[in-house]
Every structure is written in C-alpha cells, then in structure tokens.
C-alpha cells in the first residue's frame, strides 16, 4: 500500500529556512486523484494544515504561512518538498506530509495517508 | 468561514461505548468530514470519511467498534466496547477547495 516517509534536518536555526522532502512508496506520486500535503503539529497542540500539492505542480497554502510556504513536487523521484522561510520558535513541530482526495478544480478531500512525522526544533 | 468545533476531552469506562462530536460552522451542515485518531506519540491515522446522510468510509484496517454518523452540522464518531488502546485524541477534518481544515481534536481518557 501506498506510504509516506518524511526526511530532513530535526534542528534548525531562528530566520532560517526549513527543508523537508516527502518519499512515496508502493505508488505513484501522479495520481490523478490525490494531492500531497504537508501538515504540522505543534507540542501540545492540534494539526495545522500548511498546504498540498498536486501532481501537475498546482499548490494550494494555508494563507496564513502562504507568504513563507513553498511547496514543489519531482515526479521522477516520487518526492515532494516543503520550504519554510524565516524560521521562529513558533515553527517549532511535529511535520506530517499525508496524501489527501482531490480534484484538478481544487476540491479537495480527507487525508487517508500520514507519514511518521519528523520532529523539527527552531533554535535561537 | 469554514470552521469545525470539537470538545477538548471526553472519557468512558473499559468495554462502554462513547460519542465524540465534530461541529460544522454555520451555512456548512452538508459538508463531509473524516475522522483520525492519533494515540500517544504517535502519528495520526486515518479512521473514516463521514458524509452528511451518515454514510461512511472506513480506512483499511479499522475495527467494526467505530462508526459514524450525522445530523444537521454534527458529526459523530462513536467507538463501542471500549479497549485501553482507544484512549488517544480524536481530530476531525473537513476540506473546501484549495482548503483543508482541522478540528482542535477530542483527548479520550477510557478509565
């Protein structure tokens, strides 16, 4: 079945820039049915949603990180990535990348599939 | 605005049965929603799509003790025959084009 693997740095410094890459596997990333999605969860606290790609390149963000957000896909790799900009302790959170229903139109859908998490620490 | 509203804790006794409730905002009722459960440091899984006639889809896996249902803008989740290992947090998550959003998740203690 279709899994989900994040990867990246645990330990980043304040005003600089988070990277993490999504691995699928037993699938493909090019579906026509789903989209990619990054989610964050911060200690203690619930799951923000922090944006989704679809295969073609097509992205959606949540508006409220979407002027620090960018978020691309390799298809040749089956990867997608996520890039935060101008880190603060509020960035400080467990990263989820998931696969969620959607449509070209932009309707999407439940995620069906999490990964492990990655945890990640913005330092001072 | 697209918002859903969860009670922060529940709890219930081993081998009962209990409710948890997913609100959808005003102007929202026939939205769909899923259900995930995340327990103690874990990641989430993906437990059901909950439609607003009631209708439901389960994720691969998911024992028969969890069902679904609705009734105007709430949503339910309803795990009977309570196990030590549903004690988690339950989150619900509905979705809108180019949006997805989360509850603030329902902590079950089983005592």
């Known amino acids: 079945q279709v899994q989900v693997q994040e990867s990246g740095p645990g330990l980043v410094k304040s005003s600089e820039t988070l990277s993490l890459t999504c691995t699928v596997s037993g699938g493909s990333i090019s579906s026509s049915l789903h989209y990619w999605g990054w989610i964050r969860q911060s200690p203690g606290k619930g799951l923000e949603w922090i944006g989704s790609?679809?295969?073609?390149?097509?992205?959606y963000h949540n508006e409220s990180l979407k002027s620090r957000v960018t978020i691309s896909v390799d298809t040749s790799k089956s990867q997608f990535s996520l890039k935060l900009n101008f880190l603060t302790a509020a960035d400080t959170a467990v990263y989820y990348c998931?696969?969620?229903?959607?449509?070209?139109?932009?309707?999407?859908?439940?995620?069906?599939?999490w990964g492990q998490g990655t945890m990640v620490n913005v330092s001072s | 605005q697209l918002v859903v509203t969860q009670s922060p804790s529940a709890s219930a006794s081993l081998g009962a049965s209990v409710k948890l409730t997913c609100t959808l905002s005003?102007?929202?009722?026939?939205?769909?929603i899923a259900w995930h459960q995340q327990r103690p440091a874990r990641g989430p899984r993906f437990l059901m799509r909950?439609?607003?006639?009631?209708?439901?889809t389960k994720g691969d896996g998911i024992p028969e003790r969890f069902s679904g249902s609705s009734s105007g803008a709430d949503r339910y989740l309803t795990i009977s025959s309570l196990q030590s290992e549903d004690e988690a947090d339950y989150f619900c998550?509905?979705?809108?084009?180019?949006?997805?959003?989360f509850g603030g998740g329902t902590t079950l203690t089983v005592l």
């Open positions: 005003s102007g929202h009722n026939n939205y769909a």
């Open positions: 998550q509905t979705w809108t084009t180019g949006t997805l959003v």
């Open positions: 909950l439609n607003s006639d009631g209708s439901h």
């Open positions: 790609i679809y295969y073609s390149g097509k992205t």
């Open positions: 998931a696969r969620h229903s959607g449509f070209v139109t932009g309707l999407l859908g439940p995620v069906d599939i």
